[in-house]
């Protein structure tokens, strides 16, 4: 595919994903309210049954218009996620063959849920988060604070907290295009459960260790599971090689050869009637 094509492939994929947060986004905004008194409104409520006076902020004029927005477009990146992550992969795929395209049908499949799962993860804890500062307020004190920011760093955890859910997914695609091996992952096993815990660690909302652990396992236990199925499909490689020793080969690998390819067997003299082929003349017209 020519670079022009590439870039007119990737345009049309922008486009669809772009409209598709577009029509996710006019949803969030329709359920801006009912999102914002579940993941925001609820916990500072919450928390000011205790003795602490909490209330959002709003430090401008337009701040109320720029955050309804902004909870609008991260809404629709949530709600659109199927339909982008189809087009980043089908992106991908024209550079693969026949079979693997096929099987990177199985991304899609397993992106959507793991997608959510990372959301949802980052929803459960973030109310604890939101009340977890306003816990230390003194009794009867009044605590405002700013609505812009609150809003920015839920709406990032969320979005990262999803994304690091596709990471062994991620990992798992490029096994199978033979980039990554599976026993390599497994060795460095101990490096992918510290990067765990320090981007729980980044990203928790609050300095509990409770909730930094409870961000950590679920993306050690997916790790784990990319390395077992790595595995299992380099041994399905390795035995499907044994069988048939030009599978996987890529175009500019050469394959072995076999006896039955060869016109010259146990060294047998060339006699007069081997036909030998030769190169043919170029005509220098």
Request: without cysteine; hydrophobic residues 50%; glycine residues 8%.
């Amino acid at each position: 595919m020519a670079l022009r094509e590439h870039l007119a492939e990737l345009r049309r994929r922008l486009v669809i994903s772009v409209v598709a947060i577009i029509v996710g986004a006019g949803v969030g905004w329709w359920l801006y309210e009912p999102i914002m008194n579940a993941v925001i409104i609820d916990p500072l409520n919450d928390a000011s049954a205790h003795g602490q006076k909490v209330t959002l902020t709003y430090r401008a004029i337009a701040d109320a218009f720029n955050i309804k927005v902004k909870v609008a477009v991260y809404t629709g990146i949530v709600f659109s996620s199927p339909v982008w992550l189809y087009e980043v992969w089908a992106f991908i795929t024209p550079g693969l063959t026949k079979k693997e395209r096929r099987t990177s049908l199985w991304f899609v499949a397993f992106a959507v849920p793991l997608f959510l799962s990372g959301v949802w993860l980052a929803i459960l804890v973030l109310p604890k988060a939101v009340a977890f500062g306003a816990e230390f307020a003194l009794e009867g004190s009044l605590n405002q604070p700013d609505a812009g920011t609150v809003i920015t760093f839920a709406s990032r955890l969320i979005i990262a907290m999803g994304v690091a859910f596709l990471t062994p997914l991620f990992l798992v695609g490029l096994n199978m295009m033979g980039l990554v091996s599976g026993r390599n992952m497994g060795k460095h096993w101990r490096l992918a459960v510290f990067v765990a815990f320090l981007f729980a660690a980044i990203v928790s909302p609050s300095p509990d260790a409770t909730q930094m652990i409870i961000m950590a396992l679920p993306l050690v236990g997916l790790y784990t599971i990319s390395v077992f199925v790595s595995l299992f499909n380099d041994r399905r490689r390795a035995r499907k090689r044994s069988d048939d020793p030009i599978f996987g080969l890529g175009d500019d690998e050469s394959s072995p050869l076999g006896a039955d390819d060869d016109p010259i067997r146990d060294g047998a003299p060339i006699s007069d009637d081997t036909p030998i082929d030769k190169p043919e003349r170029l005509d220098r017209t």
